[in-house]
């Protein structure tokens, strides 16, 4: 029987044609079509590349970086370039697979095979970071009677700690009293107190990476310090640290109160290490630690107001020593409530009307002294803000007399002293 199929030679212009609209309505179905839609491995490898980028992104912000982010980004990087190079590693896998075709093997081969254990799955990324970087396990110290020992009563400088790339805590802490002291011009005698304070937790809990403490440092810290005698006669010079401590472990000297160890003594070592948390990418590994303060810290005392005899005993002498500064002092501060140190610095033109009637004074935060620009020793910024003076300042003169000083202190004589806020 004749086939007659029609054939397409191409020959001629009416079949190129035919060919190409049929080539064409092809194409428009194929890319008209929905797109597939991703098998699981590739949407975990798309899941963890925008974990990623979304990390960086608030890392980049700096300072207005959403902290919970910021604050776990190595543990939230980690989760994300695990799902990034499983994927990754079940790809090669299968690849590898696909490329080498089982060989045909013989039937004793064959049964030698099933009675072979089968090789172990592929190791991931995580598995490899995790052999590379912790360390092996400890065993567990123990006490007497076989109870494990608490994490904050080891002693903590020996402590195996995780592998870092991070600097020491002395590095980061020599950065930040550098910067201090920059900033204060080099005589800020509470650098010298801070650095004393930063040598003293080295000593006692070890000099590691900065990322490499947690809270059973702090916690140490604070309970090695229950016994850190207040007062610097009750430490010899010739004994370290731990003697002192332990020379003083039934407390026969008083220890410290709660303001001090908890303000002094803790507080500017949370803030030394954390000092480069977001020049250099780690967590603070204080933040978010709950401590236990020892019972014998006493509490802050609140301030009782001088009774009316006190206050008339000091004005008193003022007078009678017939110096006009001993004399006025007393009765500003009484008046206003202001430290001294703060008084003292106070100019002629720092006083003014902000409303009719209404006097008040206000320092600049800084003032010149003898030629040199220097730091008014206000104790928070609240100090530098005017406060209000009484209308008696205003009624027996003070005020017009304070204000014809100019450019002068009002204290002349208590400002030619060495120290005159300290004096």
Known sequence: MEDRTPTFSGETSEEALVEMRGWLKAYHSFIAGEAPRPSPEEEASFEGMRGLVAIAREIAKGSEGNPLIVDSADILKEKYVDKFMATATSADAIKSADAKPAPVMAPQAAAQAIETPAAAAPQTMTDARQGLSTPSPMQEPLDEHGQKIPA??????????????????????????????????????????ARFRRDLFIELIGDHPVDTYDGSDLQAYISLLTFWPASVAERPKHLTAREII?????????PLA?????EGYVSIVKTMIGYKVATLGYNNPFTYVRVWWPNTA????SAEPLSA????????????SGLLDNALLPLLGHLTGRRLGLLIHLKGHDFREKYHGVHVAQTSGITQINGVWKRVPYKTNASTNFFVLNDFLD???????????GDAF??????????PSKS
């Open 395 to 405: 009624e027996i003169g003070f005020v017009h007399w304070a204000k014809g000083l």
């Open 410 to 419: 009002l204290f002349p004589e208590l400002m030619r002293l060495a120290d």
């Open 258 to 262: 709660r303001k001090a160890l908890q």
């Open 309 to 320: 005899e006190k206050i008339s005993a000091i004005f008193k002498v003022g007078v009678e």
């Open 246 to 254: 332990d020379r003083n472990r039934d407390l026969h000297a008083k």
């Open 152 to 193: 904050f009563k080891l002693d903590r400088r020996f402590v195996q700690r995780p592998a870092s790339t991070m600097p020491l805590f002395s590095e980061v802490s020599d950065d930040y009293l550098a910067a201090r002291e920059d900033a204060s011009g080099g005589k800020n005698k509470d650098l010298k107190t």
């Open 298 to 301: 006493a509490p802050p005392v």
